[in-house]
C-alpha cells in the first residue's frame, strides 16, 4: 500500500484567506482524491485530481473555490479559497493504486475557520 | 443512485467482547466491492476488512469479519475479543465495479470500555 504524507496536519486561519494543502505519496499513483469530511459527519469527494489537466468535480464543489494541482503522479495540492467557518472541517487526500483498490488515506488536515 | 446506511450512530462494548456494526447499502448494481474502515481519534482512515461482492465467502481478518447478506443487500462487521484500541469511529463503504468512486456511510462511533 502507498504511504500518503500530508501538509500541514491542522491550521486556524482568518476569514478571507486561502490555505493550500499539500499530499505527497512514496510511489506513482493513478488516481488520486481529496475529501472533506465536517464536524461529526461522513467523507465527501470534493473532486479526483488528474495528472496534467483539470481535476474533475463533484456536484456542489467548483475550482474557484477549491483549486486542485496534480503536477505529477506523486503530489497534488488543494487549496481552499476565501474561506469561511463554513469550511472548517477535515480535509483527506486518498489515492488508490488501481482500478477498483481499496482507498488509502493520508492523516487529513484539520482546519479550522475563524 | 448508490446509498450507504449505518443506523447506529453510536455504540458501546466492553473490553474482550464481541460487536456487531450493521451496515446496508442500495444499488442496482450487480458486482461491486464493500468496506469498513476505521478512523481513531488521530484522523486516518484505515482500511479494516474488504469484501467483494461475487464472493459468497464473507471477509475475515483476524478478530474482524464481516457478514455479508448480498440478497438483503446487508454487510455488518463483527469485532470479536474487543480491544481499547479499538475505539473509533467506523465507516462502511461501497464501491461500484465500474471505477473507484465510494460511497460511505455516515459512521459508528465505537467505544470500547476497559
Known amino acids: 500500500s502507498a504511504v500518503i504524507s500530508q501538509k500541514p496536519s491542522r491550521d486556524i486561519c482568518q476569514r478571507g484567506t486561502s490555505l493550500t494543502i499539500q499530499c505527497q505519496v512514496d510511489?506513482?499513483?493513478?488516481?488520486m482524491f481529496w475529501y472533506r469530511q465536517q464536524p461529526g459527519q461522513s467523507l465527501t469527494l470534493i473532486a479526483t485530481?488528474?495528472?496534467?489537466?483539470?481535476?474533475?468535480?463533484e456536484s456542489g464543489f467548483v475550482i474557484d473555490k477549491f483549486p486542485i494541482s496534480r503536477p505529477n503522479l506523486t503530489f497534488s495540492t488543494l487549496t481552499v479559497s476565501n474561506m469561511s467557518p463554513e469550511d472548517s472541517s477535515i480535509y483527506l487526500c486518498?489515492?488508490?493504486?488501481?482500478?477498483?483498490?481499496?482507498?488509502?488515506f493520508g492523516n487529513g488536515t484539520r482546519l479550522t475557520v475563524t | 443512485a448508490q446509498t450507504v446506511t449505518q443506523s447506529q450512530p453510536e455504540m458501546s462494548v466492553q473490553e474482550a467482547e464481541t460487536v456487531t456494526l450493521s451496515c446496508t447499502y442500495d444499488?442496482?448494481?450487480?458486482?461491486?466491492?464493500l468496506f469498513w474502515y476505521k478512523q481513531p481519534p488521530s484522523r486516518q482512515m484505515i482500511l479494516v476488512i474488504r469484501?467483494?461482492?461475487?464472493?459468497?465467502q464473507n471477509a475475515t481478518e483476524n478478530r474482524f469479519s464481516v457478514n455479508f447478506q448480498k440478497a438483503a443487500k446487508s454487510f455488518s462487521l463483527k469485532i470479536s475479543d474487543s480491544q481499547l484500541g479499538d475505539t473509533a469511529m467506523y465507516f462502511c463503504?461501497?464501491?461500484?465495479?465500474?471505477?473507484?468512486?465510494?460511497?460511505f456511510g455516515t459512521g459508528t462511533s465505537l467505544t470500547v470500555i476497559p
Open positions: 486518498s489515492v488508490a493504486t488501481r482500478t477498483n483498490s481499496p482507498l488509502h
Open positions: 510511489s506513482q499513483v493513478t488516481m
Open positions: 485530481a488528474n495528472q496534467g489537466s483539470e481535476a474533475t468535480y
Open positions: 444499488t442496482s448494481e450487480s458486482n461491486y466491492y
Open positions: 469484501q467483494e461482492a461475487y464472493k459468497q
Open positions: 463503504a461501497f464501491m461500484p465495479n465500474t471505477g473507484n468512486q465510494f460511497y
